[in-house]
T-cell receptor, first 109, second 114 residues
Framework: DAKTTQPTSMDCAEGRAANLPCNHS???????VYWYRQIHSQGPQYIIH???NNETNEMASLIITEDRKSSTLILPHATLRDTAVYYC??????????FGAGTRLTVKP | DAGITQSPRHKVTETGTPVTLRCHQT?????MYWYRQDPGHGLRLIHY???????DKGEVSDGYSVSRSKTEDFLLTLESATSSQTSVYFC?????????????FGQGTRLTVV
């Protein structure tokens, strides 16, 4: 199963772009990269996912390297409400979904 | 937001008593999951279901059982609660299997076993 590695914590200034990296060097060809976030003690929230191409939605952009061994989640204009734990997940074996420790992003005024 | 309701939201129970947590969805999604979240461990998968009466174990299934008799309900049972099962429990649903299926989470149930 593909594993992911993320920095434990990051800071970002309010209004600036937040770039959250994820390493998934053992990803296989049919595995997608998903990003979720968890604000305080709420349930995790889906952000975005992708396979090979870069993706963008109303929340964020996902940049996947050509070799697919790493990706970056970009929050273009971070706000204080984006302070959360961000999880990068590689979808494994069909039905189960395993979370790692994630990156704790703190957006500072 | 996806229609997921967890009940109860908070519960305090005594060691050795049975406890059932309920996850109810109104989205008609095929896949449902139970996770627990503890400080220092993040989210860990307990059990999941890929259809009515079809369930499988996750990484921390010992001490837990599940049932899914209807598409909309996924029950998590602690047959005899222990203090180590004090945790926050999250239910999730997903429409599709495999790589395309993004998941939606409930708001969690905080369980305290005393």
């Amino acid at each position: 199963d593909a594993k992911t590695t993320q920095p434990t914590s990051m800071d970002c200034a309010e209004g600036r772009a937040a770039n959250l990296p994820c390493n998934h060097s053992t990803i296989s060809g049919n595995e997608y990269v998903y990003w979720y976030r968890q604000i305080h003690s709420q349930g995790p929230q889906y952000i975005i996912h992708g396979l090979k191409n870069n993706e963008t939605n109303e929340m964020a952009s996902l940049i996947i390297t050509e070799d697919r061994k790493s990706s970056t989640l970009i929050l273009p204009h971070a706000t204080l409400r984006d302070t959360a734990v961000y999880y990068c997940i590689v979808r494994v074996r069909g039905n189960d979904m395993r979370f790692g420790a994630g990156t704790r992003l703190t957006v500072k005024p | 937001d996806a229609g997921i309701t967890q009940s109860p939201r908070h519960k305090v129970t005594e060691t050795g008593t049975p406890v059932t947590l309920r996850c109810h969805q109104t989205e008609n999604h095929r896949y449902m999951y139970w996770y627990r979240q503890d400080p220092g461990h993040g989210l860990r998968l307990i059990h999941y279901s890929y259809g009515v009466k079809d369930t499988d174990k996750g990484e921390v299934s010992d001490g837990y059982s599940v049932s899914r008799s209807k598409t909309e309900d996924f029950l998590l049972t602690l047959e005899s609660a222990t203090s180590s099962q004090t945790s926050v429990y999250f239910c999730a649903i997903s429409e599709r299997q495999g790589a395309e299926g993004r998941a939606f989470f409930g708001q969690g149930t905080r369980l305290t076993v005393v």
